[in-house]
């Protein structure tokens, strides 16, 4: 199996339910994301990890906690989440850019899992 | 203002025109820039990566940067209905590692 591989593709949850998502990577990358996109707005940058050591919270509520065992997986445990958090989550990785942020390697996409949250 | 900036659209071009599609950003230390396609329903795949000055070429897309004037763009050239996608502008944050930044898309509609 090749790329970026996300599970679940779809997701329904109670206000009151744990869940998570996982992501894995076959590129051999070190970096991974989390990105949320909701309707009719931009990508918003959640998360990112490099070389497995979490480098970004964009400001993301705790109900949203990330874990990144090794450099090809990636997850987003969610707890008591709402209804405006329904969205569609997508992961990504990329070979490591520098750390001062001149230089930055495309990310490669999974194909997201879309939550729901009712 | 918005860190990066599209024009939403929609952006109506004929088949075979050039479809022209533009993105400003804000940070004056970004230094690599890309731009993304996105069927409807669908995951962004990347179309372009850009990060000196002036023109790159890939086949019928052409990339153009200008960090002086915090402008990047995208040209399409012989567009095709199959190009009918939305087109998202992303950006480095000089603060940041790794930290991407993507504009909210241009919706690219090419008709026969």
């Known amino acids: 199996e090749t790329g970026v591989t996300q599970t679940p593709r779809h997701l329904v949850m109670g206000m009151t339910n744990k869940k998570s998502l996982k992501c894995e990577q076959h590129?051999?990358?070190?970096?991974m994301y989390w990105y949320k996109q909701s309707a009719k707005k931009p990508l918003e940058l959640m998360f990112v990890y490099n070389f497995k050591e979490q480098t970004e919270n964009n400001s993301v509520p705790s109900r949203f906690s990330p874990e990144c065992p090794n450099s090809s997986h990636l997850f987003l445990h969610l707890h008591t989440l709402q209804p405006e958090d329904s969205a569609l989550y997508l992961c990504?990785?990329?070979?490591?850019?520098?750390?001062?942020?001149?230089?930055?390697?495309?990310?490669?996409f999974g194909n997201g899992t879309r939550l729901t949250v009712t | 203002q918005k860190e990066v900036e599209q024009n939403s659209g929609p952006l109506s071009v004929p088949e075979g025109a050039i479809a022209s599609l533009n993105c400003t950003y804000s940070d004056r230390g970004s230094q690599s820039f890309f731009w993304y396609r996105q069927y409807s329903g669908k995951s962004p795949e990347l179309i372009m990566s850009?990060?000196?000055?002036g023109d790159k070429e890939d086949g019928r897309f052409t990339a153009q940067l200008n960090k002086a004037s915090q402008y990047v763009s995208l040209l399409i050239r012989d567009s095709q209905p199959s190009d009918s996608a939305t087109y998202l502008c992303?950006?480095?944050?000089?603060?940041?590692?790794?930290?991407?930044?993507f504009g909210a898309g241009t919706r690219l509609a090419v008709h026969p």
């Open positions: 990504a990785s990329s070979r490591p850019g520098s750390s001062d942020g001149s230089y930055n390697s495309p990310l490669h």
């Open positions: 590129l051999g990358h070190n970096a």
């Open positions: 850009i990060y000196s000055n």
């Open positions: 992303a950006v480095t944050h000089s603060g940041g590692y790794n930290k991407l930044i």
